[in-house]
């Protein structure tokens, strides 16, 4: 049987984290979160100072990290440079970090190498917002997962809620966050959040979890041979 390289792209508060581990999980392949990754250069980056339009420094930052995703009883971690960092990057201000370092072309072209590495032997259900139209053109099968704004903000809102408590997060606030990374996604001019030409595109505002995954599923077994 192949060994399939699979795409899930799409904004924030789609579903897609969920949706890319269950299916990686019923599949019996790898996950990997590219979103991770740059929230992981992001959290370098705020650690090191970096100012907005200094990319020799934010090169430098790069070319002296390392990324990796380990399973763990608790679900995958992601460690750089050897250690955790799962939970430091969970945070509304990485995430903002994150939007705006992805359109540094620097960081696209560092995390294009990782990405690259990591789900060269296939069998692997990779994540992102570029990862089918600029990362894996050429992948095996591509989902575009949306649902509509509300649903999105009700969803990170959810997530953020159970990460962090109730009492640190407002709704109007994620709300807020949510329109402006979809504005900065889409808009940036170097790899912009875009549905591939050849995606399969999924609308989850009125779907479960487990109905998307078994979409999924039904797409991807109707090519595998």
């Known amino acids: 049987m192949k060994r399939l390289l699979i795409t899930v792209d799409g904004p924030s508060g789609a579903g897609k984290t969920t949706v890319s581990r269950l ?10 979160d590219t979103g991770a990754l740059y929230r992981g250069v992001a959290l370098a980056a705020s650690r090191k100072k970096w100012a907005a339009d200094d990319d020799s420094k934010l090169a430098d930052i790069c070319s002296k990290l390392t990324f990796e995703f380990r399973e763990s009883p608790n679900g995958q971690r992601l460690y750089m440079n050897g250690i955790d ?3 430091q990057i969970r945070t509304p ?13 620097c960081v ?28 894996f053109p050429n992948a095996d099968m591509k989902f575009y997962l949306d649902a509509d704004h509300d649903t ?22 994620v709300a807020k966050a949510v329109t402006e990374r979809d504005e900065r996604d889409s ?16 609308d989850s505002t009125l779907m479960e979890i487990e109905e998307v995954v078994d979409l999924m599923h039904r797409y991807i077994a109707g090519i595998v041979k």
């Not at 560092?110 to 259900?125: C, P, S």
């Not at 809102?157 to 606030?173: F, P, Q, S, V, W």
């Open 23 to 32: 299916l990686a999980q019923r599949l019996g392949y790898r996950y990997i």
């Open 85 to 87: 960092i799962t939970e």
């Open 93 to 105: 201000e990485i995430s903002m970090l994150a939007s705006d370092i992805s359109a540094r072309r």
């Open 108 to 135: 696209r072209q560092f995390l294009l190498k990782v990405q690259k590495k990591m789900a060269k032997d296939g069998a692997v259900v990779v994540e992102g917002r570029d990862i089918g139209t600029v990362v």
């Open 152 to 173: 999105r903000v009700l969803r990170r809102y959810k997530e953020l809620a159970a990460r962090m408590g109730r009492t640190h997060i407002r709704l109007d606030e």
């Open 187 to 202: 808009s940036r001019s170097l790899a912009p959040l875009k549905p591939a030409r050849d995606a399969i595109r999924i």
